[in-house]
């Protein structure tokens, strides 16, 4: 961390997370998986070296303040071992010694589908349970999670990912759970949250996304109508389990924690938590395997968005640079990411203009307006549709029906 801070008002970071890709090999084949079975099936493995060399970069640069979370994820990172993760979390954290920056806050997490979770994780979380903490992906029961998370050789999963929670419960160890709500799980909001009853005790952050293959269906109009009522009547059954939560226990959802901060804060205390916030240069830096870099959010590897490829003439999509040929102010100032910071701005800023929903809105569609409409200033897309305004109109109803009681 450079004594050179970085200008508050600067348009990069500062850094807050670092997502490792450890391997983009999976043991599974989920249905709904973001990455191509290529890349699902591709067993490199990212080596200690590039870790180190990322964060001496990292440490020696002027886009840090106080705390960075280092997150392994995107490919099933247990099918690495756990002295894997001990060498790299030990080097990160002697790199901070070495290089001054011991005041630096750097905590690490893992996500797992947790087919693989066994004794010796427990200990090794347990090792470094100050510093290191795991989500793990469980859609609910077995009738739901079985639908699409399956193995290479379309077995179901839910009895190992279930034999996983339970050894993380029995160690006493907490963890996170991110879920994604099928169509069939639309179907069975209360089933899907009961689940989890046992585990309450443990689960820290309950997250859940939605299976969005709906979306690019044809006569999409009245799927997104027939869909948004669905969503509606998932989401009225959470909210009406919760306000009975003394009888029903259920563990903290943050998709509306989130949406309620949001909403009964002013300006000054949400302000991380908007569209161009959560999507700001350099906030989080991905790094694949092989070295290279993307920024803004997840989800941008040149294998995440391989039908954009060409998008910005390079044939390497969003990728920025490499970690192990270009230094961080190289990535910083070039062209390119000056380039895709324009075409970011150019959606905020069309969505702000345009969208009742932008104050509600944490972003994330700026790919989607031009993968639906071949252009970034486009404003409402079916996803937002439905992942925001219909969200924010389900809650707001809803607390606006028990405030008038």
Not at 98 to 108: A, I, M, N
Not at 165 to 193: C, K, M, R, Y
Not at 381 to 393: Q, Y
Request: aromatic residues 10%; glycine residues 6%; contains cysteine.
């Amino acid at each position: 961390m450079s004594s050179a801070e970085p200008n508050q008002a600067s348009p990069l970071g500062p850094v807050e997370m670092v997502v490792l890709q450890g391997t983009s090999f999976c043991n599974l084949n989920c249905a709904y998986c973001y990455l191509s079975q290529e890349s699902r099936r591709n067993k490199a493995t990212m080596p200690l070296s590039t870790i180190l060399a990322t964060f001496e970069k990292l440490f020696s640069s002027p886009y840090l303040e106080n705390k960075v979370r280092v997150s392994w994820h995107s490919g099933e990172p247990l099918v690495l071992r756990p002295d894997y993760y001990r060498a790299a979390m030990d080097g990160i954290l002697n790199l901070r010694t070495s290089l001054g920056v011991k005041s630096l806050d750097v905590q690490f997490d893992i996500q797992t589908n947790g087919t693989l979770i066994n004794q010796e994780w427990c200990d090794l979380l347990h090792e470094y349970q100050h510093c290191l903490s795991i989500g793990v992906s469980c859609d609910g029961p077995d009738f739901l999670h079985d639908k699409h998370r399956r193995t290479w050789s379309d077995k179901p999963t839910h009895s190992k990912t279930e034999h996983g929670l339970q050894l993380l419960s029995s160690n006493a160890i907490p963890f996170d759970i991110t879920a994604v709500i099928s169509p069939e799980g639309l179907d069975h909001p209360i089933e899907f949250i009961e689940y989890f009853a046992p585990y309450l005790e443990h689960i820290r952050e309950f997250h859940f996304n939605l299976h969005d293959e709906f979306f690019i269906e044809e006569d999409l109009e009245s799927k997104i109508e027939k869909y948004i009522k669905r969503y509606q009547l998932f989401l009225r059954a959470l909210l009406d389990y919760g306000t009975k939560s003394h009888c029903h226990p259920m563990p903290r959802i943050r998709n509306f924690s989130s949406f309620y901060h949001r909403l009964f804060t002013n300006e000054e205390e949400h302000s991380g938590y908007d569209a161009r916030s959560m999507s700001k240069p350099f906030k989080t830096l991905s790094i694949e395997a092989n070295g290279d870099v993307t920024t803004f959010y997840a989800g941008l590897t040149l294998d995440e968005c391989r039908d954009l490829k060409n998008l910005y003439g390079d044939n390497h999509g969003l990728v920025i640079g490499n970690i192990l040929t270009d230094t961080l102010s190289d990535i910083a100032h070039s062209n390119k990411l000056k380039r895709i910071m324009a075409d970011f701005e150019a959606s905020h800023s069309a969505c702000e203009r345009g969208c009742e929903y932008f104050n509600l809105c944490s972003g994330g569609y700026n790919l989607i307006k031009h993968r639906r409409f071949g252009r970034f200033d486009a404003t409402e897309t079916p996803e937002c549709r439905v992942h925001v305004k219909t969200f924010a109109d389900t809650l707001l109803n809803h607390l606006d029906e028990h405030l008038s009681q």
